[in-house]
């Protein structure tokens, strides 16, 4: 069973601060790689993706992966109170558009 | 651009009765996936479309669960008997298809099966 697991938290950090998520994966052959922000009662909505090695940036958000270490993570820098949402991370294995996506991590930003 | 459209955005019904969910793509998509989300299960793949064939349905829970996608512009999914386990978010995705492609979802449904 592949499997994605998260820190189910809650986080909680004050403005100005960075957030860090991460993200653990068991398939080896996973080779996508996705943030989505769901706030309550709301769809997920697409923050980031990374399919290489490395960091990847846009914005206030930093993606990062290691293969090596399944382990993905997102970076908030200057956390806003409206980053406040739980950050989903979901993987696709190689040659497939099948996402496993993990339970979530609830992030609060205090003013 | 209209984002993925889903109906109806609320359903409630009582036990045994036959519940319908709609999608409409995001246009030019190719591919269009079916997941339920609960507070215990998380978030979960029920079926997926890519060029309106069903390529993967191990997510649907059992024989009570259908879905098709008569063209592609619109999808359904139909629970018939409905239970109340079912008590769920529904959502819709689609994606430009292939891998290394970025999904996209719907508002949802918020079904509650008394």
């Known amino acids: 069973q592949k499997e994605v697991e998260q820190n189910s938290g809650p986080l909680s950090v004050p403005e100005g601060a960075i957030a860090s998520l991460n993200c653990t994966y068991s398939d080896r052959g996973s080779q996508s790689f996705f943030w989505y922000r769901q706030y309550s009662g709301k769809s997920p909505e697409l923050i980031m993706f990374?399919?290489?090695?490395g960091d990847k940036e846009d914005g206030r958000f930093t993606a990062q992966l290691n293969k090596a270490s399944q382990y993905v993570s997102l970076l908030i820098r200057d956390s806003q109170p409206s980053d406040s949402a739980t950050y989903l991370c979901?993987?696709?294995?190689?040659?497939?558009?099948?996402?496993?996506f993990g339970k979530g991590t609830k992030l609060t930003v205090n003013p | 651009d209209a984002g993925v459209i889903q109906s109806p955005r609320h359903e409630v019904t009582e036990m045994g009765q036959e519940v319908t969910l709609r999608c409409k793509p995001i246009s030019g998509h190719n591919s269009l996936f079916w997941y339920r989300q609960t507070m215990m299960r998380g978030l979960e793949l029920l079926i997926y479309f890519n060029n309106n064939v069903p390529i993967d349905d191990s997510g649907m829970p059992e024989d009570r669960f259908s879905a098709k996608m008569p063209n592609a512009s619109f999808s359904t999914l139909k629970i018939q008997p409905s239970e109340p386990r079912d008590s769920a978010v529904y959502f819709c995705?689609?994606?430009?298809?292939?891998?290394?492609?970025?999904?996209?979802f719907g508002p949802g449904t918020r079904l509650t099966v008394t």
């Open positions: 995705a689609s994606s430009l298809g292939g891998e290394l492609r970025e999904q996209y």
């Open positions: 990374i399919y290489s090695n």
């Open positions: 979901a993987v696709a294995q190689g040659g497939s558009e099948k996402l496993v």
